[in-house]
């Protein structure tokens, strides 16, 4: 259960699932990206997914549907042993009719969902449409909800960061992404804070309400209040980006 923060009231809010993060990826430039070379990889685009263009001797195979494109490398069985693709290759979908090229590497890593972001021009359009008419604070519970689940719409601009923050000697406190709603002016930063306490320790989401953070700040919420030595947890934070400093 994580209780969220806004101005001087406290909301209580259940979630449920693992906080995952997603990478956006632009359109007309190279990205490097990582995909399991064991299962089948997913790659979300804002409007209908138009085409893969592959090379098939790098043995990677996918199709598309709707605006989902699947991407799964072959398996070679030498006999004696399963032998997972390793070579990096190039991608071009082409998605709403605009051309992301995506640089692959195969790993071993659990499958992967990369999320197309929408054209520049239709950036500002989708995001003030998904949050017409709604109150700025069901604005930033709706933007806290989205960062919980890893589930954020394309046209967010989303960057990843490995910055410490020093709010309590009790805490190590890591930004691990930033998310930014460009056209409705909201801001979300997920942080990771860890117990440096050889006691139990209480996180309260009034911590970061520092200038540290922003001096605009809309919202917070601490996913897990109680920590023990070396656990950790995650907090949200959402500010209006016009009025940081």
Do not use: W
């Not at 991608?91 to 969902?113: E, G, K, M, Q």
């Amino acid at each position: 259960m994580a209780r969220i923060l806004l101005a001087s009231a406290v909301l209580i809010l259940t979630f449920a699932g693992n906080c995952l993060a997603s990478e956006v990826i632009q359109a007309e430039i190279p990205t490097t990206v990582e995909l399991s070379n064991r299962d089948i990889n997913r790659i979300v685009c804002p409007g209908p997914m138009n085409d893969l263009i592959f090379s098939q001797e790098k043995a990677m195979t996918g199709h598309f549907s709707g605006n989902n494109g699947f991407i799964k490398f072959k398996i070679e069985d030498s006999g004696s042993e399963y032998v997972y693709a390793d070579t990096q290759s190039e991608l071009f979908v082409v998605c709403n009719n605009a051309v992301y090229t995506l640089l692959v590497t195969p790993a071993d890593i659990p499958s992967v969902t990369l999320r197309l972001a929408s054209p520049s021009g239709d950036t500002f359009k989708k995001n003030i449409n998904h949050y017409q008419k709604m109150p700025l604070e069901k604005q930033a519970l709706l933007l806290i909800r989205e960062a919980y689940h890893g589930d954020y719409p394309a046209s967010y601009r989303i960057s990843d960061s490995t910055r410490t923050v020093s709010l309590s000697p009790d805490l190590e406190i890591q930004l691990l992404q930033v998310v930014d709603v460009d056209g409705v002016g909201l801001r979300l930063r997920k942080y990771q804070a860890t117990s440096l306490s050889e006691g139990s320790i209480d996180v309260s989401e009034h911590l970061f309400l520092s200038s540290s953070i922003s001096n605009s700040i809309l919202a917070v919420a601490v996913d897990n209040h109680t920590l023990e030595l070396s656990q950790s947890t995650m907090v949200f934070v959402v500010d209006q980006k016009e009025r940081v400093k």
